[in-house]
């Protein structure tokens, strides 16, 4: 074909490859260097929560007693939960929250890595003993959500879940508010 071609239309193609050429070494580097920046990134700075506690002491002290658990109404608009994930259960094991509302989870463990899923959202967290999982979420509707461990952790994983209770706004003012820290576990 080149042959064929007088020297102008060899010089235009020429000049049209090396610029395509150009496009896609750049294209190139520019993933490249998208890749290099997020490793680096995202080693000096994790992208979840990173606070630690001592897992030693949960019960005893601190954010996570027992009294402490369950849903903390903070505002009209916003409440807290804080939910402890053991060898083999979460406490509370029914956790009570209300629609329409900003939900902050705070999760941690005493033993072993446990998973935090609640079904039906994009909720899904490991809860590392040691640290505190932070996660945020509003639920809009009303309605029941599981919430199992997905983290193998264990002999009894299998039978470790708990219950999310998505109650209207008005209802869990006028059933829950009224609980220092509330939740529907028996
Ligand atoms: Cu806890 Cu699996």
Known sequence: MVEQMDGHSVDTVARSEQRWAYVVAGT????????????????????S???????????????FVETNLGTEVVSDRSVVVRVTAEQYSFVPSCIVVPAD???????TSPDVVH????????????????????????????????????????????AMWARVKVVDRLEFARSYASQLRASCAG
């Open 28 to 47: 190139i580097f520019f993933m490249f260097a998208v890749i290099v920046y997020n490793g680096l990134h995202w080693v000096a700075q994790p992208p």
């Open 49 to 63: 929560n990173v606070e630690t506690i001592d897992a030693g002491r949960l019960h005893l002290v601190g954010e």
């Open 101 to 107: 509302t900003e939900v902050v989870f705070r999760l």
């Open 115 to 158: 998973g935090f899923l609640i079904a039906g959202t994009n909720v899904n967290s490991m809860v590392v003993p040691g640290f505190i999982a932070e996660v945020r979420t509003r639920f809009d509707q009303p309605g029941d959500h599981l919430m199992p461990c997905h983290e193998y952790c264990s002999v009894g994983h299998q």
